[in-house]
């Protein structure tokens, strides 16, 4: 359903957003395209709905060329970028009335049932007679993607879906995501990598504008086999403790996470077993104060940490 072709993009000489990405995504699967701040995500998504055009390189979306067929492409695309294009000047009705009208939906019955759907199915009944600028960021974003699949598209892309949303509010838009899937073929850009975990069939995680790596959440999960995740909270001085930890050779990536004041997070990964006892006294001869030391089994998170740490982080 969409085939991205060795796909650049330059803003200038020196700056390149996407570098030679290459993947596929068949029809009814459900793709998770992740990548830390500033490696690619948002700019290839807005290659693939004609939005931009790639420097080198092409797309095609439902076998329609995205530079070419640019106009055929958007009809087959339902798209919800991270700030959701909303009129204030409309109530929501009217919005998207004015959107389905936009994407070829001549009938104002046939208008008028769809808005109906995507109502119930996005929770906006209620606020269907308000103008989408009096609206709290989880109902905008609601709104938002209520327009993205008015039309019933082939190819529905989501960037960040869920942001804003209560906790209720996101488990049930996962739900309306996953049963999307089979029907329609979605892009899902997020940084809640759990939230991929449970919904996608398969990922692409770039960094730098190059594919670091692409399976299903399962396969990718698979290969950490044997590598432990190690979390520490320690209270001392961060720059020392963060020395101590890199020097030991057991150790194959330190990333540091957080700090509070004095106590300080970081994320370890080791195929030792048994290394937990020995940072513990290296850590306590240091008469610094332990104050967690947990061992968490394998994730898509642990996958993602693991990859962009080994290529350096992001620009």
């Not at 650049?8 to 395209?33: E, M, R, W």
């Not at 958007?74 to 959701?84: C, D, F, M, S, V």
């Not at 692409?214 to 403790?241: K, M, W």
Request: glycine share 8%.
């Amino acid at each position: 359903m969409i085939e991205v072709k060795q796909v650049s993009k330059y803003y200038s000489h020196h700056q390149k957003a996407v570098d030679n990405l290459s993947f596929s995504v068949p029809k009814g699967t459900i793709l998770g395209f992740l990548g830390p701040n500033g490696a690619g995500k948002t700019t290839t998504m807005r290659m693939i709905t004609g939005f931009m055009a790639p420097s080198e390189g092409s797309i095609e979306v439902a076998g329609c060329d995205t530079v070419s067929q640019s106009m055929l492409v958007r009809q087959k695309i339902g798209y919800l970028p991270e700030t959701p294009p909303l009129y204030p000047e409309l109530t929501v009705e009217s919005y998207l009335d004015f959107v389905a009208r936009l994407k070829g939906i001549k009938s104002a019955q046939e208008r008028k049932k769809r808005i109906a759907e995507v109502a119930e199915s996005c929770w906006i009944g209620d606020v269907l007679k308000k103008s989408p600028g009096k609206l709290s960021k989880g109902y905008r974003q609601r709104v938002g993607l209520a327009q993205a699949i008015i039309h019933n598209p082939e190819v529905i892309i989501l960037d960040e879906p869920t942001i804003g949303l209560d906790p209720k509010q996101i488990q049930e838009t996962r739900k309306l995501i996953k049963g999307l899937g089979g029907q329609h073929t979605l892009i899902l850009s997020t940084h809640i990598l759990p939230e991929v975990q449970m919904t996608c069939d398969r990922v692409v995680i770039i960094n730098k504008g190059k594919i670091l790596a692409e399976d299903t959440p399962a396969n990718l999960i698979a290969r950490s086999a044997g590598v432990q995740q190690i979390r520490l909270q320690v209270r001392g001085p961060q720059s020392e403790i963060a020395t101590l930890l890199q020097a030991q050779p057991e150790i194959e990536n330190c990333m540091y996470e957080s700090s509070d004041a004095d106590l300080h997070s970081f994320h370890i990964q080791s195929r030792r077993i048994g290394i937990q006892a020995q940072l513990a006294r290296s850590i306590v001869a240091q008469d610094w104060d332990l104050m967690a030391l947990q061992t968490a089994s394998g994730s898509l998170e642990d996958i993602f940490i693991q990859l962009v740490t080994k290529e350096g982080g992001a620009d």
